[in-house]
């Protein structure tokens, strides 16, 4: 994967990894779903989405780091004319076999566990995930969502 993109987002923010700042990442979720004239359901799958990876980036720096982790979550946002892409990076503890074993819902998927569901969600709603753990730059978890083909105008208008 060309990693070149990364470098180029049109937005960055970063959040502390507190639980309490995932509200602050569900409206930055639904102000950019606005922005690129996302329907009410792809905005509240992006909002979902956002949510889950940004609580799996919470959770893996707070397995490294402790209860008062001083790492931040780092969301890097691009807007191309046919698709966005989002990427979420921590410096937390690895879950590449978490990624792995997590597949797309579907009608036969086991919903009897309590926890787990968050990586499924996201590759189930998203058109591509993609996860590259280093062990000097941390996890990133590139989440790609394509616009609907509207006679060769993008979702920007």
């Given amino acids: 994967m060309d990693a070149s993109w990364e470098r180029n987002a049109d937005i960055t923010i970063e959040i502390s ?3 309490q700042y995932l509200a602050l990442v569900r409206s930055f979720a639904n102000c950019l779903a606005k922005h690129l004239n996302l ?6 799958q992006l909002e979902m989405c ?11 720096i707070r397995e490294v780091e402790g209860e008062c982790p001083l790492t931040k979550v780092r969301i890097d946002v691009e807007i ?13 503890k690895d879950f590449s076999q978490n ?7 579907c009608p036969s998927s086991d919903r009897t566990r309590k926890r787990g569901y968050g990586l499924q969600i996201i590759k189930t709603l998203m058109d591509e995930v993609h996860y590259i753990h280093d062990p000097q730059a941390g996890n990133r978890l590139h989440l790609v969502k394509f616009f609907p083909q509207n006679d060769g105008e993008s979702a920007l208008g």
């Fill in 17 to 19: 990894a507190h639980l």
């Fill in 50 to 60: 956002l949510d889950e990876a940004c609580a799996n980036s919470i959770e893996a």
């Fill in 39 to 44: 329907s009410a359901e792809e905005a509240v």
């Fill in 80 to 92: 191309k004319k046919d698709h966005f892409r989002i990427t979420v990076q921590d410096n937390g």
């Fill in 99 to 105: 990624f792995r074993e997590a597949l797309p819902l």
